[in-house]
């Protein structure tokens, strides 16, 4: 982990390991379903790269809010939107904290079929229609990517580790 610009930004560099494609059934819950897809593949360091798809039900929270002690805000309620809404763009992490466990932090945009677009941090709860199609990039070659404490937020925050 390197620090830059009087500690500005952290980074790490690597390289893609291998691609995984992930086709998510009907009726799945599209966060814990991409979880177990990376916990059997072994993936803990990654990217989403791509996704498309379909839901019948979508739970997120604004990403702009996010609970630590230094800012008044928190994700609060999760919006629940009970209709079918196409996925315009998934982007997430895939990372893992001190113990190993996996960690996705999901971001997607979905449309209704008026064109009006929500968008957010994805929760479990989302429910795939059709299909949820996803391309996942797993990175390695000396890049960690790790979610610990941070002492000064008081919450646990994406780490890239140099190794």
Known sequence: MEMNQAQAYLTAIGGVKRVMAVRLKPKSDMLK???D???EHGIQN?????????VTTAVFCDPQYFPCRTQPYNYGDPIVKHEV????AISGIICHDPAGEINLHVHVTFSDQ???CYAGHLKEGTITMLTVDCVIA?????????RQFDPELEVPLFTPVQE
């Open 138 to 146: 797993e990175v390695g070659d000396g890049l960690v990517m790790s």
């Open 46 to 54: 990654g990217v989403i790269m791509s996704g498309i798809g379909g």
């Open 33 to 35: 379903s991409l979880e």
């Open 37 to 39: 897809a990376c916990r």
């Open 85 to 88: 809404l196409s996925i315009a």
């Open 114 to 116: 008026q064109g009006r």
